[in-house]
């Protein structure tokens, strides 16, 4: 596969996290308005917007506090785990939470025993049950996207469009809800996201249908992506809307070789999907196109064959094991893809502000 590498440049006043973490090291999911790319990490409570400069590769950082637009349960005490970026209609850029429980990892430093007990231990941190959209607004003067709590539509000026959030529950949200209940999912809800448990790393948007790509479970080689749609119910939330049947949501399975969904994107009439291991491992990462993805009026199942496998991803192996895990993929134009890593090894790091992602031509 023909690939380049470009250049993301961000600003080191605004990169780090409490404990010290860059977000170039972590970052998970990414998606273009215009000249801005969007992109997340998944150990902050923010948004990043890089824009592409004269010489192809993105700079500008700016940063965008999710706290100035929409309600986090926990505020700033807790990461938000952002998995999943979409654009609707250059209106509205939506976010997704992993949804995930996490397991403690032990730590060298601590005895044995000590080590042992952490692996006993799980963090759910309410930040992460987060499906939100967050109105764009084009600025003439600069052609940049920004961020707003509220702004004029940009379809019909004399309307207001605000920000909003899938209304909370005791479980979380309104999804951990009614996945409790489910047949394939109920098993998982309390197993952690890289224990093959439930995790979400995948959003998409197309007109009205919302399609979330599941990391885990995987069910005997077999991932699902979960279609919905959704409807205001008051100022600042929506809650699920149901079909002409009365359901809430569809779950497509797709058999992606024993991989999980890492991001999703519409591409023409189908879905681009970003696969990979859903357990904490090395394992190969794969684009495939679904072509029939936005043409569903069931719930479908979809053989390997029914699937393209357009290229695979390098990872991490060997002395760079657990580093350049792909997670986010952009469209950049109908002919390219760019693939964004977590972990990057240092050969991805050109000076101590950037990192290299990967261009793929489709």
Known sequence: MNKKQIKLTFNNEHSFNEAGKHVRDGLSSSVLTGRN????????????????????????????????????????????DVEGLAVEDNKFLWIVGSHSLARKKPKKKHAPEKQIRRLTKIKDDPNRYILARIPLQKDVATSHYELCASCPDTHDPSKTIHAAQLINSEKGNQLMEVFAKDDHFKNFMNIPGKDNGFDIEGLAIHKKQIFIGMRGPVLRGWAMIVEIQIEDVSDGYFHLKPDNQGKLYKKHFLHLEGMGIRDLRVKEEGLLILAGPTMDLDGTIAVYHWNQGLKQQTEAIVHRQELKRLFDVPHGSGETTGQDKAEGMAILD??????????????????????????YPL
């Open 37 to 80: 790319l969007w992109t997340c990490c998944d150990e902050r409570s923010s948004l990043e917007r890089l824009t592409l400069m004269e010489d192809g590769s993105f700079g500008e950082h700016k940063t965008f506090d999710l706290n100035q637009y929409i309600k986090l349960p926990a505020g700033t005490d807790c990461e938000v």
């Open 334 to 359: 109908n002919g390219h893809v760019l693939i964004v890593f977590d972990s990057p090894t240092l050969a991805r790091k050109p000076d101590d502000a950037s990192v290299l992602a990967d261009l």
